[in-house]
């Protein structure tokens, strides 16, 4: 069966820093998606990842895949309150649980 | 441009009785899915389709009908409600999952049902 694991699944930052959040997954698939959820709202898409290697960036936010490892990461630059939300990956239709952050000034 | 529309958005129901959360999408979409999201255990897929009159079981089946007689509409169904399935329920579409498609899921906006 299929698992996704995110970690960490909260995360409070002060504005400014760097911090990655890493999503792991137990099946061979070379597509895995980043979705972002902010409080009582519904899940906007951030990112597609197609293919191994794959990077994508929007704003202070990156996104990599590493198929081999079954590992992707969203990369959080300069952290901004803008970015308080819950982030979700998914793989094959299946979702991790999810990591909530919380951007402190 | 509605996108994926997801009726009702809140609903309060006693245990046993049944009700039909609707989802319609005008986007054209090849796959349609549900999923129910709890607190700290993320989304869990419900039911999906990739196709009108093509239906599967997802993750959390259950308690559950689905059904898919045109490719806009894709309704689900509680047949006798319990408080467990008091949770968020959100609709999602993608044109198709595989192939050179992204397999981008568009979300509804949910819907909030309360069981008691």
């Known amino acids: 069966e299929l698992k996704v694991e995110q970690n960490p699944l909260f995360l409070s930052m002060q504005e400014g820093k760097n911090y990655t959040i890493y999503c792991n997954y137990s099946t061979t698939s070379d597509r895995l998606y980043w979705y972002r959820q902010d409080p009582g709202k519904s899940l906007e898409s951030l990112f597609v990842l197609l293919s191994n290697g794959a990077v994508k960036q929007e704003g202070r936010l990156m996104a990599s895949l590493d198929t081999k490892a079954r590992l992707s990461t969203l990369h959080i630059t300069a952290a901004v309150h803008d970015l308080s939300a819950t982030y979700f990956c998914a793989v094959d239709m299946r979702f991790g649980a999810g990591t909530r952050l919380t951007v402190k000034p | 441009n509605a996108g994926v529309t997801q009726t009702p958005k809140f609903q309060v129901l006693k245990t046993g009785q049944s009700m039909t959360l609707q989802c319609a999408q005008d986007?054209?979409?090849?796959?349609m899915s549900w999923y129910r999201q709890d607190p700290g255990m993320g989304l869990r897929l419900i039911h999906y389709s990739v196709g009108a009159g093509i239906t599967d079981q997802g993750e959390v089946p259950n308690g559950y009908n689905v059904s898919r007689s045109t490719t806009e509409d894709f309704p689900l169904r509680l047949l006798s409600a319990a408080p467990s399935q008091t949770s968020v329920y959100f609709c999602?579409?993608?044109?198709?999952?595989?192939?050179?498609?992204?397999?981008?899921?568009?979300f509804g906006e949910g819907s909030r049902l309360t069981v008691l």
């Open positions: 986007m054209n979409h090849e796959y």
């Open positions: 999602a579409s993608s044109y198709s999952m595989w192939g050179t498609n992204t397999g981008e899921l568009f």
